[in-house]
């Protein structure tokens, strides 16, 4: 739950868009190239080149916030206002267009229900009757004796029944 997803990648990782691959380039809003300073500053400037067209390929064009790269660094302080002023601006954006209250909102319906499964499934699992019919259910759809949807129903009717 956050109300800005920054991320934070290293000049020198290699494969340049990696995170492409895992689909966390996509629900970034802000993505800062850390290290951009003495013999990584070429490499860092290089990453956010490829950073910046590999998000004008990937992004929403529906969003009002457009994300974009920044170049960082902690030992010179380069690019550290800029990375703050950008967040401040997205907030700013977000909330004119309404979505930031929003994203909170929907955020907090979500971790309402997330709650709710956590507390379930721990009520579930230390239930005695469920926790004795586990073991000898699991093996029995590992070896493909009963379903994985029967061996639930089991597992929840034991549950319910002891409510």
């Given at each position: ?87 401040l601006?997205?907030?700013?954006v ?31 699992n ?38």
């Amino acid at each position: 739950m956050v109300d800005l997803f920054l991320l934070l990648l290293a000049p020198a990782g290699g494969d340049e868009l990696q995170g492409i691959k895992k689909g966390i380039i996509e629900v970034a809003d802000l993505l800062l190239i850390t290290k951009s300073d003495g013999a990584l500053l070429p490499v860092a400037r290089a990453a956010k080149t490829e950073y910046s067209r590999a998000l004008r390929l990937l992004r929403n064009t529906q969003s009002p916030w457009k994300p974009f790269v920044i170049n960082v660094s902690s030992v010179t302080g380069d690019g550290i206002g800029d990375a703050w002023e950008e967040m401040l601006n997205f907030k700013k954006v977000m909330s004119e267009a309404g979505l930031f209250e929003k994203q909170r909102s929907d955020q907090r319906i979500t971790w309402l229900w997330n709650h709710v499964q956590s507390e379930l499934l721990e009520k579930f699992n230390n239930t005695e009757k469920v926790r004795k019919l586990k073991l000898e259910l699991e093996k029995r759809v590992r070896y493909g004796e009963t379903s994985p949807t029967a061996a639930a129903e089991i597992l929840i009717s034991e549950f319910m029944n002891t409510r």
